[in-house]
């Protein structure tokens, strides 16, 4: 008898300690943010089927359901804390699967309500709690996460990481520091700790930022998506989630319906899935598909610019820059930018020189092709000084500018790319979108002439140019693609 348990016990030794195979059709998505993410909407009963392929990774331990930190289990809502309810991350991982036959999607997500950008920052979040520890956010940031959200989340990133590989990090926050213009680099700093701690390379993990709800639907942070769409040009392999037409709870001014998340989770993985090459429509009825003008050939020199007129886009955000029906700068997506009652959406360049420098004027073009005129003076982009509220379209009061001097005046350089940046001489910074000129860093735009959705006839200046529109991995438009892996038409495609 002793012998026999004797052998029993050493055939047991080798399975001490013994990890699971990393399965590579496992795919693995970081989600953080604050209570959007958290999940906000009451789950209702076609909420509560769940494929067993779409797992989540308790990040804390759950009462009810009963559920233990650090082990994985089927997604059904709430997947995020027991705070929580019906959020973006439950549709992302349902279209994800559906999409995807052959893998399983699993979300690791740490989120509290209220919470500000900060408290995922690593080097930060101690001193925002100790400033502010009776806030709800503080508290469930103790109770759940052992007060460091941050580390929770590179934890159980670490856990996924030993079954499954992860493919992306999904973002919703900002309305509790809405409009802040340093969020942009707070995202892109957390962004980049997270890639370090986890071992991870950009190229392979992108990053999904949402949109928070929208005025026409009630929201009360709409302004902050002017931040938002910054991401891309921020961090180049981020991308942009729009929350055009989502419907709000209709209780507050944050907030989504249980339909919203359904709809908001899905976009997520639209996103997702084009950069692997699928394509998943959104249902007819949620959005309705553009048929105005959009961005069509990119220029891709200073010197293609001379004579021609070109839309201003952030092609990450899908919004571009136009002159309103006034002096106003207005900034939006394409449907409201390009639109023929504005003041016009084109521009044109004048060169001028500044010091015995060269420089730019950027010369406002109306919807007819004409030059656009101001109060009988000729319109062109102007910077406010970087303590004002915006740009504006207007003549050239002072030298080179309409508020201050050389406030008119740009400084435009192309990036292979990534596109061109937009250097105000007067503030010294750079444009980022309506605002004033007063982003520190460079921030790229795409130059281009505009199609009509859905052809290929270029309209007013545009002249169609052969080939295919090519994309890198992590979306971003490439004019001359060299060898490596791209995206043409939905597929992807190696080139040699």
Known sequence: ??????????????????????????????????????????????????????????????DNPKRTLGQWYTATPPIVSPAGGLGMSDYFGRTMIKALPDVKVGVVAVAMGGSPIEMFDKDKYAQKLKQSPNEWWATLAKKYYGGNPYQRLVDMGKKAQEVGVIKGILLHQGCSNCGDPSWPNMVKKIYNDLLADLGLEAADVPLFVGETLRQDQGGGCSSHNTQVARMPQVVPTSHVVSSKDIPGNGVDPWHFSAKGYRMFGKRYAIEALRLMGVEVEDDPEEEQPVDGLVPGEAFTSINALEGQSF????????????????????????????????????????????????YYLLRLITPTGSPYNIWGSPGYLNSQPTTGWCSFILGLNNQNGQDMENGAVWDIQYEEGLGFSLKNIGTGLYLYSNAPANSETPVYW??????????????????????????????????IPAKGIYIINGKKVVIK
């Open 1 to 62: 008898m002793k012998k026999i348990f004797l052998a029993c016990a050493l055939l047991a030794l080798p399975l001490i300690g013994a990890k699971a195979e990393v399965d590579p059709n496992f795919y693995v998505y970081l989600c953080f943010g604050q209570s959007n993410m958290e999940g906000n909407a009451k789950p209702e009963a076609v909420d509560m089927t769940v494929d067993e392929r779409f797992q989540m990774l308790a990040t804390c331990d759950f």
């Open 311 to 358: 839309a201003i886009v952030n092609e990450g955000g899908k919004r571009a820059l136009y002159g309103s029906d006034n002096q106003n700068l207005g900034y939006e997506e394409y449907d409201a930018a390009f639109a023929d009652s504005n003041a016009g959406y084109l521009f044109k360049t004048e060169s001028v020189k500044v010091g015995g420098n060269n």
């Open 446 to 479: 795409n130059f281009c002439k505009l199609k009509q959705a859905g052809t290929n006839a270029i309209q007013q200046v545009c002249v169609q140019q052969p080939g295919n529109v090519y994309y890198d991995l992590s979306g971003r438009r490439v004019a």
